[in-house]
Antibody
Framework: QVHLQESGPGLVKTSETLSLTCTVS????????WSWVRQPPGKGLEWIAY???????NYNPSLKSRLTISVDTSRNQLSLNLTSVTAADTAVYYC???????????WGQGTLVTVSS | EIVMTQSPPTLSVSPGERATLSCRAS??????LAWYQQKPGQPPRLLIY???TRATGVPARFSGSGSGTEFTLTISSLQSEDFAIYFC??????????FGGGTKVEIK
């Protein structure tokens, strides 16, 4: 059974960098596309980016200037770094496996990141 | 960017009744639409993709239809576990991939 687990600080200060890791078990990170999706409390879903293990990435243009995602195939992990965060970046952050690049068939439980000064 | 609009925002339905949820795209997306179900405190669950293909393990009471800009998710006979929020997502044009604002299906 495929399992995704997000981890990282639950609180980040305004203007600093949000860093998250997603650990994948039950599947190889080499086999699929992997995405990050976020959801502000009580609101809808926003796709952040996807990555393929060969390094192909695709970012949401609204976040691209602040965003870096990567994979560590030796640890079967993907990572997200979002710089210069503001309160608008407060959200539950999910990692998800891609069915193809653009459909999300397995999700992590999500991790809430709060941005505050 | 393709804007996805869902209606109604809230749908009140009695158990056993049929629920019909709508999703509209701001431009044609062919059949490249997915539906997700989300319950409180849980991640979304993929129900439908490609407009009408049920994901693995999804009950047959869930069906998707439509193409172009107008799409429908139908739940033929609502069960207690179906009360949740439903999101549509276009997977035709990106970046960015975009979601609708959601429809909450609540008990009438």
């Amino acid at each position: 059974q495929v399992h995704l687990q997000e981890s990282g600080p639950g609180l980040v200060k305004t203007s600093e960098t949000l860093s998250l890791t997603c650990t994948v078990s039950g599947d190889s990170i080499n086999n699929n596309y992997w995405s990050w999706v976020r959801q502000p409390p009580g609101k809808g879903l926003e796709w952040i980016a996807y990555i393929y293990h060969m390094g192909g990435t695709n970012y949401n243009p609204s976040l691209k200037s602040r965003l870096t995602i990567s994979v560590d195939t030796s640890r079967n992990q993907l990572s997200l770094n979002l710089t210069s965060v503001t309160a608008a970046d407060t959200a539950v952050y999910y990692c998800a496996r891609g069915l193809g690049a653009t459909i999300f068939d397995v999700w992590g439980q999500g991790t809430l990141v709060t941005v505050s000064s | 960017e393709i804007v996805m609009t869902q209606s109604p925002p809230t749908l009140s339905v009695s158990p056993g009744e049929r629920a019909t949820l709508s999703c509209r795209a701001s431009q044609s997306i062919g059949s490249n639409l997915a539906w997700y179900q989300q319950k409180p405190g849980q991640p979304p669950r993929l129900l439908i993709y490609g407009g009408f293909t049920r994901a693995t393990g999804v009950p047959a009471r869930f069906s998707g239809s439509g193409s172009g800009t107008e799409f429908t998710l139908t739940i033929s006979s609502l069960q207690s576990e179906d009360f949740a929020i439903y999101f549509c997502q276009q997977h035709n044009n990106w970046p960015p991939l975009t979601f609708g604002g959601g429809t909450k299906v609540e008990i009438k």
